[in-house]
């Protein structure tokens, strides 16, 4: 009888390691990857975000007349080159100070909060902000 308490408690704890391999990889492994696909568009996003602003703030201290217009072309080519869906950045605000003056421009990018392979849900923004000294002289 011995025998088969041994072999009646091995088998109630057969398949055991197949429910938690199924546990393990639905509640830990797709969650962390499903969280790293969305962290990548995040970085994405806000480097993106980032580079419009830099760009428009330095095209303003070049020429601050016409500031809709270069900001505009700013960030179309910076969706076209970072890869993004039109639409995904839109300018907040352009502030243009006086000659020795800042120039403050606040860039903002849509995402969606998360990412999966069937859809995406939710929606987050980016801020960032570009911010560049104009020159104390005027040109004459």
């Known amino acids: 009888m011995r025998r088969c308490r041994?072999?009646?408690?091995?088998?109630?704890e057969r398949?055991?390691?197949?429910l938690e391999a199924v546990v393990v990889v639905g509640l830990v492994l797709v969650p962390m990857?499903?969280?790293?696909?969305?962290?990548?568009?995040w970085v994405e996003h806000r480097a993106a975000a980032t580079a419009a602003a830099d760009e428009i703030a330095r095209s303003l201290v070049v020429d601050p007349e016409g500031a809709d217009a270069a900001a505009a072309a700013v960030v179309l080519?910076?969706?076209?080159?970072?890869?993004?869906?039109p639409g995904s950045l839109w300018v907040q605000s352009i502030e243009v100070g006086e000659p020795g003056?800042?120039?403050?421009?606040?860039?903002?990018?849509v995402l969606p909060a998360l990412t999966v392979?069937?859809?995406?849900?939710?929606?987050?923004?980016?801020?960032a902000v570009?911010?560049?000294?104009?020159?104390?002289?005027?040109?004459?």
Not at 118 to 126: D, R
Not at 130 to 140: A, I, K, L, T, W
């Open 15 to 18: 398949g055991a390691a197949a």
């Open 6 to 12: 041994c072999r009646c408690r091995c088998r109630s």
């Open 130 to 140: 570009g911010q560049e000294r104009r020159p104390d002289h005027s040109s004459s």
């Open 33 to 41: 990857v499903l969280a790293l696909v969305t962290a990548a568009r």
């Open 101 to 109: 003056g800042d120039v403050i421009v606040t860039v903002v990018a």
């Open 77 to 85: 080519a910076v969706e076209r080159g970072h890869g993004l869906e």
């Open 117 to 127: 392979p069937f859809g995406s849900w939710g929606a987050t923004e980016i801020v």
